[in-house]
């Protein structure tokens, strides 16, 4: 399962506070964020997700969890799309996202060498 461990000071409520929907066309492939939906305790954002790849469209969510001292970026099992290139990129683009908030937050543990980006 594609996933992402960040550490550092990263905040899901922030995440959520700057979550905007965008759209990605990388040649054929396209990338949708469309909602974001924090729960109660402010520990975990559900992402509503797109990715069309070869002409077929899956629709899926990804899921922003607090665990422990890591934040885990990675795909809702009730939806469970297809673990295509696009939807690892899409993945990755999220916990970049999130990595972002801060310098000092970094990639704990990941599956995703080949599509995350460190900067």
């Known amino acids: 399962m594609p996933h992402v461990l960040i550490s550092g ?5 922030q995440y959520f506070q700057e979550f905007e929907t965008f759209t990605l066309r990388e040649g054929t492939r396209i990338l949708k964020l469309k909602d974001a939906f924090l729960n109660h305790d402010k520990s975990i954002v559900m992402l509503e997700a797109v990715v069309v ?3 077929r469209p899956q629709t899926f969510y990804m899921v922003m969890a ?5 934040i885990s970026v990675h795909l809702d099992m009730l939806t469970d799309p297809e673990k295509n290139d696009g939807v690892r990129r899409l ?11 801060h310098p000092d937050c970094q990639y704990a543990k990941h599956n995703l060498d080949e599509f995350l980006i460190d900067s």
């Open 9 to 13: 000071p990263a905040s899901i409520e």
């Open 53 to 55: 790849e070869d002409r």
């Open 66 to 70: 607090k665990r422990g001292e890591f």
């Open 91 to 101: 993945l990755a683009l999220v916990a970049h996202k999130l990595k972002s908030q």
